[in-house]
């Protein structure tokens, strides 16, 4: 341990940036790094700080990775060290992306660059079932012994599977359901005045006829506000929208800009970057980055003074308890839709192997990615179809 010295902006801005550079792996590697500089490496904040700020993150709707670097850095620095260590960690996967979604998306792309993203696209299915695996036996424990509970827990997971493949992006209303259902079991009579946020009708109705720029804003704003669970969950949540609501793109554009958000460093979320070039070039990927992430900040510079609280509110827990299981059936289920969106048949061979990898032998999802990504230039190499 170096020192227990608070730093300044200057080191806050490096430190987050190298963070955002190197946090390739999700959410769990962003969590290891933020670790080892803020409790093990500087002694910036106490071991029980720490998990406290990822369990005040878990409470909220959006990318808790992000929230917690926004919320170490504003621990740290208040709110300049808030938005300087936010945008530090955000911007290297961010301007990553946006490069790689110009060479994806291109009118006329190399064929090989073709056949790597039909191959990662290919194993994004995998992906989605490895994440639900893994979430799946905390919410389990969670929801706690005996047949009645268990029987709830089921319940939601299979409705959230049904939503992810039936509903789009109306995907966070079961959700909600699913959490305040919880609540009147555990807590009758208390569920009217649960803090939650709760989607504003007169939005729903408003926002999703605009076109352009407004549309992309719309989408950008229920991946960063509406999404509970983060990281997987917001695929159902675009995928409606970008292929079939506003035909910014293809299914398999679509697969590709999940792939690219697994692959880059930093929040999976950057995959709404991806679909905002997809619907506007560089302007909507920065509009559609900026939009997801502001709620992020908003809650942390707002609310971070009150997230002990928060915790410690029976109701909020009591919600998650009861959101978990559908966040989980909703990322299993994504894999159906995402899986459907397949057209050529080496690419079931590459799902398969991506399955193997990630499920039976337990390994990296990067690797799987990049793989499978490998393969598809391989595949495309030796005359394979794309399609």
Not at 68 to 80: E, K, M, Q, S, V
Not at 279 to 295: E, K, Y
Not at 350 to 366: D, I, K, P
Request: hydrophobic share 60%.
């Amino acid at each position: 341990m170096e020192s227990n010295e608070r730093p300044g902006l200057v080191a806050i801005a490096a430190e987050w940036g190298r963070i955002g550079v190197t946090g390739f792996g999700g959410p769990p590697a962003h969590i290891l790094l933020l670790r080892r500089l803020c409790v093990d490496g500087r002694g910036w904040l106490t071991a029980a700080e720490f998990e406290d700020g990822i369990a005040a993150c878990n409470l909220l709707p959006g990318p808790a990775s992000t929230q917690l670097a926004i919320l170490t850095a504003w621990r740290l620095r208040g709110p300049a060290g808030a938005l300087v260590g936010g945008v530090a960690f955000i911007a290297p996967g961010l301007v990553l992306i946006l490069a790689l979604a110009a060479l994806f998306l291109a009118a006329e792309p190399p064929r090989w660059v073709l056949g790597a993203a039909a191959g990662a696209g290919a194993a994004v299915p995998a992906v989605a079932v490895q994440a639900a695996v893994a979430l799946a036996p905390g919410g389990f424990t969670r929801m706690g012994p005996g047949r009645a509970a268990r029987a709830r827990w089921a319940g939601y997971a299979l409705a959230g599977a049904a939503a992810a493949v039936l509903t789009g992006p109306w995907l966070v209303l079961v959700l909600l359901a699913a959490g305040l259902a919880e609540v009147a079991v555990r807590t009758p009579g208390r569920l009217a005045v649960l803090p939650v946020p709760v989607p504003l009708r007169p939005l729903a109705a408003a926002l999703p006829a605009l076109g352009g720029l407004g549309a992309v804003a719309w989408v950008a704003f229920k991946v960063g506000a509406l999404s509970y669970g983060g990281g997987f969950v917001i695929i159902p949540l675009m995928r409606d929208d970008a292929v079939h609501r506003y035909h910014w793109m293809t299914d398999g554009q679509f697969l590709n800009a999940v792939a690219l958000g697994q692959v880059t460093p930093g929040p999976v979320v950057h995959t709404v970057a991806a679909v905002g070039y997809a619907a506007a070039g560089t302007v909507g990927g920065l509009l559609a980055a900026a939009v997801a992430f502001a709620p992020s900040f908003l809650f942390v510079l707002v609310g971070g003074a009150h997230f002990d609280r928060l915790r410690a509110d029976r109701r909020v827990q009591d919600f998650l308890t009861g959101a978990g299981p559908a966040v989980v059936g909703a990322i299993a289920g994504s894999a159906l839709p995402l899986a459907s969106s397949l057209g050529a048949g080496w690419q079931w061979a590459v799902l398969a192997g991506a399955l193997l990898w990630l499920l039976a032998a337990r390994r990296g999802v990067v690797a799987a990615l990049l793989g499978a990504g490998a393969a598809g230039v391989v595949a495309v190499a030796a005359g394979l179809p794309l399609v």
